[in-house]
């Protein structure tokens, strides 16, 4: 096998590169530019409203630039996981973005859209036919789950991108996919070992994140050869050490030496890891093994209600000393209040209050071992959510003047309990959502989930 | 009296997708990694009582090329869930820091 290289400029499309370091990757020749450009990590605000993360402006300059390097080279580019979250509001987002940005400079290719939002007819089938399984932990899933989902995406492998290929395609976009497959499909495709064109792609996919200081967003090129990779930051200001390389599987990985994908597992227990200059790591030892069963993961999310939310702090040392018996009160009466104000129906009206005590334990709740210890002052934060906005803000509204006022045993008379930073103290948040499934599917060829869509750009 | 943060080059938490959190304990010199492995410093039983997760859902491996100790768990609350503080699961690691290292 010849050597394959891969150029990815950025760990994810959005959040911007140098131009020199782009161009010295362009210098090394690779025979495809890949890009992540979504994941989870944001939560599921992008999924469940289709809106994208990063900016328009922020996504077109990143793409622009693949856009030019890839037509200098004549070489395929393969964004994945358009718009953060793979759906197809995302899809077209990146879409609309790619097509002015051909127009503006001239450029004629074939572009691919490979779409993975799903179908949820298809998946109730599915469920029915028993092949959706739990990951664990996974929520509850049944058919209620699936139509209330706003959106639901898959995440594809390498396959539908290489049949886009296949297809012709010059420039792949890409729905939600594996991180990895975006990196490792050119390589598989021109016959690299599965083992060391996963692992290189697991390490490419985060951009510069593998070097030892990643000084800002930047990116990273990979040499893949018979018995083993040898990987670099672009920026001759950065390097990778051996460790700085190895450390990378680590990273938002549950298990850093079996990392599941989903054709198969990469394993990296028996990597090496050497110092290859003083910048680059060459790695070996890598291997793929190929699963019984293909499974494809299930990306859902689905309405949680509409919040307002109040923030106020707590200085009186009275009110810290009782603070969860002031609490407990006032959500017992705040709630008889609300019942006053809101009918609904016969029954109570329907929201959530969580309350969290920032200085105490609002980052760890529960599990967190130091809540006895009382400080001198304490946020509170408020989070009121229900079924509208308005309801929400009603609730909300009610909530800040009952808090304020709320009496504790040692002071008679009128008290001002909370400080508000915020006149009005409450701040409409919209609608929040939830993630509602960690399910895998097996379906009965790794591209039936992801449709191809073909477009010639810049035709006559 | 030596503690953990003070040996390691980095504690840090994540989310690892959002029904998973995992942690890394990173150590730039082989010999505090070595040190804090053999005085077995974080372990199931140690980690389990501070995040009151039984023993059997922790997930925790040596890697020693990485130098680091790496621990997974399944998420108290899923990410960003309404009773979530934490969507990124980046400041989950905070007890860890002061965790004792006995002098070996």
């Known amino acids: ?460 | 009296m030596t503690t953990l943060g003070e040996l390691a080059k980095l504690i840090r938490s994540k989310n690892a997708g959002p029904f998973n959190l995992t942690f890394d304990i990173m150590f730039e010199e082989e010999e505090a990694y070595r040190r804090v492995v053999r005085a077995n410093v974080v372990n199931k039983e140690v980690f389990g009582r501070i995040y009151r997760i039984p023993p059997e859902k922790i997930l925790l491996v040596h890697h020693d090329a990485a130098r680091a100790i790496k621990i997974s768990i399944p998420r108290p609350v899923f990410s960003c869930d309404l009773e979530d503080g934490d969507c990124y699961g980046g400041q989950q690691f905070g007890p860890l820091v002061d965790l004792e290292v006995p002098e070996t």
């Open chain 1, 1 to 460: 096998m010849a050597e394959i290289r891969v150029l990815s400029p950025s760990g994810v499309l959005g959040s911007g590169f140098p131009e020199a370091s782009f161009e010295r990757g362009l210098s090394l020749r690779p025979h495809v530019i890949g890009c992540d450009a979504g994941s989870t990590d944001m939560g599921p605000a992008s999924l469940g409203t289709g809106v994208p993360h990063f900016s328009r402006e922020a996504a077109k300059r990143d793409l622009r630039l693949m856009l030019l390097g890839r037509e200098c080279l004549g070489v395929p580019l393969i964004v994945g996981s358009c718009g953060t979250a793979g759906g197809d509001e995302g899809l077209g987002w990146m879409r609309d973005i790619c097509l002015e940005v051909a127009k503006e400079e001239g450029l004629r290719f074939r572009l691919a859209l490979v779409h993975s939002e799903q179908d949820k007819t298809y998946l109730k089938r599915r469920f029915r036919e028993g092949r959706i399984r739990p990951l664990e932990p996974a929520p509850a899933l049944d058919e209620g789950v699936i139509d209330r989902s706003a959106h639901i995406v898959g995440m594809m492998g390498d396959e539908p991108i290489a049949e886009a290929l296949n297809e012709g395609a010059e420039v792949v976009l890409a729905g939600r996919a594996s991180d990895t497959s975006i990196f490792a499909c050119v390589p598989a495709r021109l016959g690299a070992d599965r083992g060391l064109a996963w692992h290189a792609a697991k390490i490419l996919e985060c951009g510069a994140a593998c070097a030892v200081t990643r000084r800002r967003p930047d990116g990273v090129f990979a040499w893949i050869r018979d018995d083993h990779f040898v990987v670099e930051p672009l920026d001759p200001g950065m390097r990778c050490s051996p460790q700085s390389v190895a450390s990378h599987t680590l990273y938002e990985n549950a298990d850093p030496f079996f990392i599941t994908e989903p054709g198969g597992v990469l394993d990296t227990s028996g990597s090496t890891y050497a110092a290859e200059s003083g910048r680059a790591v060459r790695v070996q030892g890598s291997a793929y093994r190929p699963a019984e069963t293909y499974t494809v993961k299930l990306e859902g999310a689905e309405l949680a209600g509409y919040q307002s939310v109040i923030i106020g702090g707590v200085r009186d040392p009275y009110m810290i000393r009782q603070l969860d018996t002031w609490l407990a009160g006032l959500r017992t009466d705040f709630d008889a209040r609300v019942r006053e104000i809101l009918k609904d129906g016969d029954g109570p009206p329907k929201y959530t209050l969580v309350v969290r005590v920032y200085g105490r334990d609002g980052v760890m709740g529960p599990l967190e071992p130091l809540a006895h210890e009382l400080p001198h002052e304490v946020g509170i934060l408020f989070e009121v959510t229900a079924q509208d906005q308005k309801t929400a803000r009603i609730l909300a509204s009610t909530l800040s003047h009952f808090a304020i006022h709320y009496p504790i045993p040692e002071w008679g008379g009128l008290i001002s309990g909370l400080a508000y930073p915020f006149a009005p103290a409450e701040l409409d948040k919209g609608p929040v959502y939830r993630f509602n499934m960690n399910h895998v599917v097996l379906p009965d060829n790794p591209c039936e989930m992801f449709p191809i869509e073909t477009i010639e750009v810049g035709a006559r």
